[in-house]
């Protein structure tokens, strides 16, 4: 039995267009394809023609997509979760909550600010300098909502790289220094972010930066037995800025329906 005739059998295989999938397959190459819904995991694309096709809540997690061609590909709601996609063109797709989790995006040729609207978690290869201030603020809120607490406060300082001037994003770096008991960063964050307030005129959100700041200072010099632990930033924040707001998104991320990843 053929290849393909192993793989349809394997795989239960739902698509847009079976005519188009069988393409793909055989061809290795299918412009303005409608492969909408397909279940491609695992399958072996290197190379393919994908421009302009429909691939919007496809399943091609852990897929071989080493030199694609996928640039204006619909990949709305995809899941390319652990593919490898290196040295594939991209440019111009959509990536409306696409699930790139894990991928491999070494020399991906990507669209600028491409990964606003997508999920990268883990993704390696990517060029951080592709990525927007909001994308890597807001995988830095994901990181913090896990406790994954040293990787928040390594995307929130390269959030900050790209826009100091945003107070957010320092004191989202100080909840995150504080939460592994990095006073003294902390501290300098949260003092950094109120004088950022207060230029804007937000004098009130100001006073409760400069009182967090205060208050791990003064928890700094207490001997170790009397210190309440970490977290002392999150604490502080409750109330009038409280840790939810100050984590908050920067830009609205779609969300991956439940069941499509692998």
């Not at 421009?51 to 496809?58: G, V």
């Not at 929130?156 to 008991?181: D, M, N």
């Not at 300098?188 to 006073?207: H, M, P």
Request: aromatic share 4%; hydrophobic share 40%; charged share 25%.
């Amino acid at each position: 039995m053929p290849l393909l005739g192993l793989w349809l059998i394997a795989i239960p295989v739902h698509a847009e267009n079976m005519d188009d999938l069988i393409k793909v397959l055989e061809d290795g190459e299918c412009r303005n394809c409608r492969l909408a819904d397909a279940d491609l995991v695992h399958a072996d694309l290197r190379d393919a023609d994908l421009r302009d096709a429909r691939l919007q809540r496809a399943n091609l997690g852990e897929a071989q997509l080493d030199g694609a061609d996928l640039s204006g590909a619909n990949l709305s709601f995809t899941s390319l979760r652990g593919a490898s996609l290196r040295g594939a063109n991209l440019e111009g797709s959509v990536l409306h909550g696409t699930d790139l989790r894990d991928a491999d995006l070494s020399g991906a040729r990507l669209s600028p600010n491409a990964l606003e609207e997508a999920h990268w978690q883990g993704a390696t290869g990517i060029n951080r300098a592709m990525q927007s201030h909001a994308a890597l603020h807001n995988a830095g809120v994901e990181a913090s909502q896990s406790g994954r607490w040293s990787e928040a406060e390594q995307l929130f300082s390269a959030a900050i790289l790209r826009t100091p001037e945003e107070p957010l994003s320092w004191v989202a770096r100080g909840i995150s220094r504080s939460e592994q008991a990095k006073d003294q960063l902390a501290e300098q964050d949260f003092r950094y972010a109120a004088v950022l307030y207060e230029q804007q005129g937000a004098d009130a959100w100001a006073n409760q930066l400069y009182n967090a700041a205060d208050s791990i200072s003064t928890r700094r010099f207490e001997p170790t037995e009397q210190k309440a632990g970490n977290g002392l930033g999150n604490q502080l924040l409750e109330g009038t800025i409280n840790g939810f707001k100050m984590l908050a998104p920067l830009a609205a991320k779609a969300l991956i329906p439940l069941g499509l990843g692998l």
